[in-house]
Nanobody, 125 residues
């Protein structure tokens, strides 16, 4: 097993920012790292992904321009910078990983092999 661990969630007011961190144990390039979120009563939705080899990123339209994904390979970490937070961003946020390069067609929950425990983000109006 390969563990993922998220941190950085919390409760903020609308318009504020948070940076989520995901520590992992992957030391190879052939993987895709992603952030998902799940709001109460809704399914798990991909927010962003980053290819560990190429560094290519993809951000879903609903948060494009506000959220940025990045990685620090030396620290075995990926980050999700969330700016201008809105109440609708309230959710449990999960770090996930799968083997192979990133592929938009595979950015659904069932294609990811490894998951963190989640970190909660609450945005008040």
């Amino acid at each position: 097993q390969l563990q993922l661990a998220e941190s950085g969630g919390g409760s903020v007011q609308a318009g504020e920012s948070l940076r989520l961190s995901c520590s992992h144990a992957y030391t190879y390039s052939g993987r895709c790292m992603a952030w998902f979120r799940q709001a109460p009563g809704k399914g798990r939705e991909v927010m962003a992904s980053i290819d560990s080899g190429s560094g290519l990123t993809d951000v879903t339209d609903s948060v494009k321009g506000r959220f940025t994904i990045s990685q620090d390979s030396a620290k075995n970490a990926v980050y999700l910078q969330m700016n201008s937070l809105k109440p609708e961003d309230t959710a449990m946020y999960y770090c996930a990983a799968r083997l192979g390069s990133c592929n938009r067609a595979l950015n659904t929950e069932n294609h990811y092999n490894y998951w963190g425990q989640g970190t909660r983000v609450t945005v008040s109006p």
